[in-house]
């Protein structure tokens, strides 16, 4: 314990205060930006191991039976203290010297029983002090020392009086609370000490006995503005009372509600006509009848409401008198039951409220609607008949709301009615309306337009949930130009859309376009046309898919194009496997895209390019197995809100791990559930565990096996392509290479005077059958000025044969031999010419040999009949006869190359 100021002290300074919650972990208290809330732990004392300077303490909840102040004087910035619903018996005296900031104190719940001046002397800057529901037993003047304290609450005290003091005292007081207490009488003086009190602007009285008033009870207070009077179950004759004693008051605001009023005369509010009333809250009193002119004393009444009672008959003189009535709410108060008829309304009953702007008769029904049902409403500019049961709105005519012509009403709220129809110019007469209702009824027709002629103002239409029973027309809001909102949800039938001139083309200024719910599987790219400031498409709950399937006949229908502002698009639940690469083109202003609940998988890559302003991207419930920065780099960019829940993740390195990489990053975007909702379902090691527990640094591991696999696949296949060219088109690079070589250096490398010694610059040894081989191919290359020595051409006259060929081979600088298996075998050839060729190879040194292979012959063949190996041969000097005739030039290139070279054998 001796180490606990240390740890803390320790803990302020490297983290934030709120954030240190104490070194001991004996509690599970919440601190959070200087509150600390210990509610709901079953502590019997305050704990000790809190942050100093904590200002708000919550210990509402528990078992204390005192304030130890020993653990309180440790946190004396505290401003609010909260024990409410403990057993606490008393309130300590020292408790405001300890918290000498203290504004507010919640002791509601309690067991404090006899409460004494002393227990509040030093609270001066108390505000608000609440003692509800305790046991509260007054000596002498506990309050008078609460000179600044805004907010008291002694309510279900079963406090015999009014009367909290003798004294004048508490005088910033504005609101005081004594509601469910045990008095049935409020005396001339019990409001006395009050007299200073000239803030003072609420008191509730709600849930008393209250039989009594005397006169003048009300004076000390005469600043009151708001009375709360409701559950007093008091007579038609005491109300009548209560409103008398209120005529010298600035009262503005009184509260009668559930008071089982159930009949309103003309004398009841009588002695309110010298007041300033503007608010009268009549509900839930199980009212049938007002009487006539019981209203007509309240001539500055603003708002009267008479919800949730049971009026029958509504007269021509049940509102006489509302002159400067603004807002009238009947919701509920026109009810049939099973035990009465239907309500009636009057012709002209609504005429005396000529200032009435505000008329609210939602859930009500009445037996019908007459031409003058609202006739006199001349400022009425919102009317809420929502949810209703009148017979005249099924079917809606001209003569429906005939009778708020002269109304210049802009919001008219006709939802669950139970329409049916709407006829042509219904709303003709509306001229300023703005905002049209029709959700949830049975509408089922073509909107050929004509049903909102005159509605040229109309900026919100709503009309969802009319059971998919709309057909739309080119010409529908042809009349409605100035449409901002347009809610179709569940009301259009599934070919609806599937027009040849958009429905929407003449809404240039629609901002919001709702057609969710409509099962859609049939639209043309011509959709949003002329829908340039459209920013908010719904079309969630539809059957889009083969829109977007590249296999859909005519290629995908990329609708999106023509609305390019589009801020948010919802597309949830419409069975999409893919995103055509276009269809998300151009939407640069777009911040939310919701596409939960579909089966989408593969992205192409730059699908999401444009989406750089993105704030909200939405694809929970799809098959998403990778997440890959090609894709989903620029939409996360900017991105504040993610939901990519419960797809079946592969978590592996290729799939996963750039998504790991920014979940553990990222500080600004906010990812509900990512510890329980995001989980791996492949490969086995990770199933059913978090995403955000994979392991990158295993990926890290195998990144030199990765380089190397790619280093030595690159270097196979590298070597694997050199094969295949040099097998296929290798004797293309050694022409070439022998042609740039040879135009640099020439053919020969051997010296000028290696060449004067000898008259012929070859000698020909070739097979009889391969004279016309030698004839067409060789002898040709004389023309080049070379000198060949062939045996039927230059033998010597005279001479024999045996000694011509010796001659001729010393009179020669290389010997060629054309091998051919026919060469071998001959044996002229292989006793006689070889051994004399070589025996003057020998003799005189000399490496001039070239070989002229017209035959595959082996190497062991070729031993036996000429006594040469191929590796006893340089390689240039080897020749292969070509198959391809396109080689040809290639293999005289290196014959001449091989008649080039020096015979001068090198060490």
Same mark, same amino acid.
């Given at each position: 314990?001796?180490?606990?100021?240390?740890?803390?002290?320790?803990?302020?300074?490297?983290?934030?205060?709120?954030?240190?919650?104490?070194?001991?972990?004996?509690?599970?208290?919440?601190?959070?930006?200087?509150?600390?809330?210990?509610?709901?732990?079953?502590?019997?004392?305050?704990?000790?191991?809190?942050?100093?300077?904590?200002?708000?303490?919550?210990?509402?909840?528990?078992?204390?039976?005192?304030?130890?102040?020993?653990?309180?004087?440790?946190?004396?910035?505290?401003?609010?203290?909260?024990?409410?619903?403990?057993?606490?018996?008393?309130?300590?005296?020292?408790?405001?010297?300890? #918290?000498?900031?203290?504004?507010?104190?919640?002791?509601?719940?309690?067991?404090?029983?006899?409460?004494?001046?002393?227990?509040?002397?030093?609270?001066?800057?108390?505000?608000?002090?609440?003692?509800?529901? *305790?046991?509260?037993?007054?000596?002498?003047?506990?309050?008078?020392?609460?000179?600044?304290?805004?907010?008291?609450?002694?309510?279900?005290?079963?406090?015999?009086?009014?009367?909290?003091?003798?004294?004048?005292? #508490?005088?910033?007081?504005?609101?005081?609370?004594?509601?469910?207490?045990?008095?049935?009488?409020? !005396?001339?003086?019990?409001?006395?000490?009050?007299?200073?009190?000239?803030?003072?602007?609420?008191?509730? #009285?709600?849930?008393?006995?209250?039989?009594?008033?005397?006169?003048?009870?009300?004076?000390?207070?005469?600043?009151?503005?708001? @009375?709360?009077?409701?559950?007093?179950?008091?007579?038609?004759?005491?109300?009548?009372?209560?409103?008398?004693?209120?005529?010298?008051?600035?009262?503005?605001?009184?509260? #009668?509600?559930?008071?089982?009023?159930?009949?309103?005369?003309?004398?009841?509010?009588?002695?309110?006509?010298?007041?300033?009333?503007?608010?009268?809250?009549?509900?839930?009193?199980?009212?049938?009848?007002?009487?006539?002119?019981?209203?007509?004393?309240?001539?500055?009444?603003?708002?009267?409401?008479?919800?949730?009672?049971?009026?029958?008959?509504? =007269?021509?003189?049940?509102?006489?008198?509302?002159?400067?009535?603004?807002?009238?709410?009947?919701?509920?108060?026109?009810?049939?039951?099973?035990?009465?008829?239907?309500?009636?309304?009057?012709?002209?009953?609504?005429?005396?409220?000529?200032?009435?702007?505000?008329?609210?008769?939602?859930?009500?029904?009445?037996?019908?609607?007459?031409?003058?049902?609202?006739?006199?409403?001349?400022?009425?500019?919102?009317?809420?008949?929502?949810?209703?049961?009148?017979?005249?709105?099924?079917?809606?005519?001209?003569?429906?709301?005939?009778?708020?012509?002269?109304?210049?009403?802009?919001?008219?709220?006709?939802?669950?009615?139970?329409? =049916?129809?709407? *006829? +042509?110019?219904?709303?003709?007469?509306?001229?300023?309306?703005?905002?049209?209702?029709?959700?949830?009824?049975?509408?089922?027709?073509?909107?050929?337009?004509?049903?909102?002629?005159?509605?040229?103002?109309?900026?919100?239409?709503?009309?969802?949930? *009319?059971?998919?029973?709309?057909?739309?027309?080119?010409?529908?809001?042809?009349?409605?130009?100035?449409?901002?909102?347009?809610?179709?949800?569940?009301?259009?039938?599934?070919?609806?859309?599937? @027009?040849?001139?958009?429905?929407?083309?003449?809404?240039?200024?629609?901002?919001?376009?709702?057609?969710?719910?409509?099962?859609?599987?049939?639209?043309?790219?011509?959709?949003?046309?002329?829908?340039?400031?459209?920013?908010? @498409?719904?079309?969630?709950?539809?059957?889009?898919?083969?829109?977007? !399937?590249?296999?859909?006949?005519?290629?995908?229908?990329?609708?999106?194009?023509?609305?390019?502002?589009?801020?948010?698009?919802?597309?949830?639940?419409?069975?999409?496997?893919?995103?055509?690469?276009?269809?998300?083109?151009?939407? =640069?202003?777009?911040?939310?895209?919701?596409? +939960?609940?579909?089966?989408?998988?593969?992205?192409?890559?730059?699908?999401?390019?444009?989406?750089?302003?993105?704030?909200?991207?939405?694809?929970?419930?799809?098959?998403?197995?990778?997440?890959?920065?090609?894709?989903?780099?620029?939409?996360?960019?900017?991105? +504040?809100?993610?939901?990519?829940?419960?797809?079946?993740?592969?978590?592996?390195?290729?799939?996963?791990?750039?998504?790991?990489?920014?979940?553990?990053?990222? *500080?600004?975007?906010?990812?509900?559930?990512?510890?329980?909702?995001?989980?791996?379902?492949?490969?086995?090691?990770?199933?059913?565990?978090?995403?955000?527990?994979?392991?990158?640094?295993?990926?890290?591991?195998?990144?030199?096996?990765?380089?190397?696999?790619?280093?030595?696949?690159?270097?196979?296949?590298?070597?694997?392509?050199?094969?295949?060219?040099?097998?296929?088109?290798?004797?293309?690079?050694?022409?070439?290479?022998?042609?740039?070589?040879?135009?640099?250096?020439?053919?020969?490398?051997? !010296?000028?005077?290696?060449?004067?010694?000898?008259?012929?610059?070859?000698?020909?040894?070739?097979?009889?059958?391969?004279?016309?081989?030698?004839?067409?191919?060789?002898?040709?290359?004389?023309? !080049?000025?070379?000198?060949?020595?062939?045996?039927?051409?230059?033998?010597?006259?005279?001479?024999?044969?045996?000694?011509?060929?010796?001659?001729?081979?010393?009179?020669?600088?290389?010997?060629?031999?054309?091998?051919?298996?026919?060469?071998?075998?001959?044996?002229?050839?292989?006793?006689?010419?070889?051994?004399?060729?070589?025996?003057?190879?020998?003799?005189?040194?000399?490496?001039?040999?070239?070989?002229?292979?017209?035959?595959?012959?082996?190497?062991?063949?070729?031993?036996?009949?000429?006594?040469?190996?191929?590796?006893?041969?340089?390689?240039?000097?080897?020749?292969?006869?070509?198959?391809?005739?396109?080689?040809?030039?290639?293999?005289?290139?290196?014959?001449?190359?091989?008649?080039?070279?020096?015979?001068?054998?090198?060490?």
């Amino acid at each position: 314990m001796c180490c606990q100021p240390l740890l803390f002290v320790l803990c302020y300074f490297m983290v934030a205060p709120h954030y240190c919650i104490g070194s001991l972990k004996n509690n599970s208290c919440v601190v959070e930006y200087g509150r600390a809330d210990c509610s709901h732990l079953s502590l019997r004392n305050i704990p000790s191991d809190l942050p100093w300077n904590i200002t708000s303490l919550d210990m509402s909840h528990n078992l204390m039976v005192g304030i130890e102040l020993s653990s309180l004087s440790l946190y004396p910035g505290i401003i609010h203290l909260n024990v409410s619903h403990n057993s606490i018996a008393k309130l300590n005296e020292y408790l405001c010297q300890k #918290l000498p900031l203290l504004q507010t104190i919640d002791m509601n719940k309690n067991q404090v029983h006899l409460l004494k001046k002393e227990e509040l002397s030093y609270c001066n800057s108390l505000i608000s002090l609440n003692l509800a529901s *305790n046991r509260l037993k007054l000596q002498g003047e506990p309050f008078s020392a609460l000179q600044k304290l805004k907010f008291l609450d002694v309510s279900n005290n079963n406090l015999k009086t009014a009367k909290l003091g003798s004294i004048s005292q #508490l005088p910033s007081l504005v609101g005081l609370n004594l509601a469910f207490n045990d008095f049935t009488t409020l !005396k001339r003086d019990d409001f006395a000490f009050l007299n200073e009190s000239s803030f003072l602007k609420v008191l509730n #009285l709600s849930a008393l006995s209250l039989k009594t008033f005397e006169s003048g009870c009300f004076h000390p207070i005469s600043g009151l503005h708001t @009375l709360i009077l409701d559950k007093c179950n008091m007579g038609t004759l005491v109300i009548s009372k209560v409103c008398s004693e209120l005529s010298e008051t600035a009262i503005e605001n009184l509260s #009668l509600q559930k008071m089982k009023l159930v009949t309103l005369t003309n004398t009841t509010f009588r002695g309110l006509g010298k007041t300033n009333l503007t608010v009268l809250d009549l509900s839930s009193n199980g009212m049938g009848k007002i009487e006539d002119g019981s209203f007509r004393w309240l001539p500055r009444l603003q708002t009267l409401i008479l919800c949730n009672n049971n009026l029958k008959h509504v =007269t021509k003189g049940t509102f006489l008198g509302l002159k400067s009535l603004k807002n009238l709410q009947l919701m509920k108060a026109l009810v049939k039951s099973h035990t009465s008829s239907t309500p009636i309304i009057d012709d002209f009953s609504f005429q005396p409220l000529s200032t009435l702007e505000s008329l609210m008769l939602q859930k009500t029904a009445v037996r019908e609607i007459t031409e003058n049902t609202f006739t006199g409403l001349t400022s009425l500019t919102e009317l809420d008949m929502s949810w209703s049961s009148y017979a005249a709105l099924k079917n809606i005519t001209k003569k429906t709301f005939v009778s708020l012509s002269n109304s210049p009403l802009r919001t008219l709220n006709l939802i669950g009615t139970a329409i =049916t129809r709407i *006829n +042509s110019g219904s709303f003709s007469f509306f001229g300023n309306l703005t905002t049209l209702l029709l959700d949830h009824n049975f509408i089922k027709q073509n909107l050929t337009g004509q049903e909102f002629e005159g509605l040229g103002q109309l900026q919100e239409l709503y009309m969802a949930n *009319n059971g998919q029973s709309l057909n739309l027309t080119a010409e529908s809001f042809v009349h409605t130009p100035n449409l901002t909102v347009l809610t179709l949800g569940k009301s259009l039938r599934a070919m609806a859309l599937n @027009l040849d001139l958009s429905a929407f083309q003449n809404l240039s200024k629609l901002n919001i376009l709702d057609l969710s719910n409509n099962n859609i599987a049939n639209i043309k790219e011509n959709l949003l046309q002329g829908l340039v400031n459209l920013k908010v @498409l719904r079309l969630q709950h539809n059957n889009l898919a083969r829109l977007w !399937k590249s296999g859909n006949l005519g290629g995908p229908v990329l609708f999106l194009k023509e609305a390019q502002k589009l801020t948010t698009l919802q597309l949830d639940y419409n069975g999409l496997d893919e995103i055509p690469l276009m269809t998300l083109k151009g939407l =640069t202003h777009l911040k939310e895209l919701s596409l +939960s609940n579909n089966i989408l998988n593969n992205f192409k890559e730059t699908v999401f390019d444009d989406l750089t302003s993105l704030r909200v991207l939405r694809l929970a419930k799809n098959f998403i197995t990778t997440v890959r920065p090609e894709v989903f780099r620029t939409p996360f960019t900017n991105l +504040s809100l993610l939901m990519m829940e419960k797809n079946p993740y592969d978590c592996t390195c290729e799939s996963i791990l750039w998504f790991v990489t920014w979940l553990n990053s990222t *500080n600004v975007t906010s990812i509900p559930g990512v510890r329980h909702q995001y989980m791996c379902n492949t490969p086995l090691v990770y199933s059913n565990r978090p995403v955000i527990d994979f392991d990158p640094s295993s990926c890290k591991d195998a990144t030199p096996f990765e380089a190397l696999f790619i280093l030595s696949s690159t270097a196979v296949i590298i070597l694997t392509l050199t094969a295949l060219l040099v097998r296929f088109h290798g004797w293309r690079f050694q022409f070439y290479w022998n042609i740039m070589i040879n135009r640099t250096l020439g053919f020969s490398d051997a !010296k000028d005077k290696e060449g004067r010694e000898f008259e012929f610059d070859a000698y020909i040894i070739h097979a009889a059958v391969e004279k016309r081989w030698v004839d067409r191919t060789l002898v040709p290359l004389e023309q !080049k000025g070379y000198c060949f020595c062939l045996e039927h051409r230059d033998f010597i006259p005279g001479m024999s044969m045996i000694e011509s060929i010796v001659s001729n081979l010393r009179k020669s600088r290389k010997i060629i031999f054309v091998i051919t298996e026919s060469l071998l075998n001959d044996p002229w050839c292989r006793q006689f010419k070889a051994h004399h060729a070589f025996h003057q190879v020998i003799e005189h040194s000399r490496d001039s040999v070239v070989l002229v292979f017209l035959q595959e012959v082996h190497d062991y063949k070729l031993s036996r009949a000429l006594f040469l190996r191929r590796g006893m041969l340089r390689s240039c000097c080897l020749l292969d006869w070509p198959v391809y005739k396109e080689r040809i030039p290639a293999f005289q290139q290196k014959l001449l190359i091989a008649l080039g070279m020096t015979n001068q054998l090198k060490e």
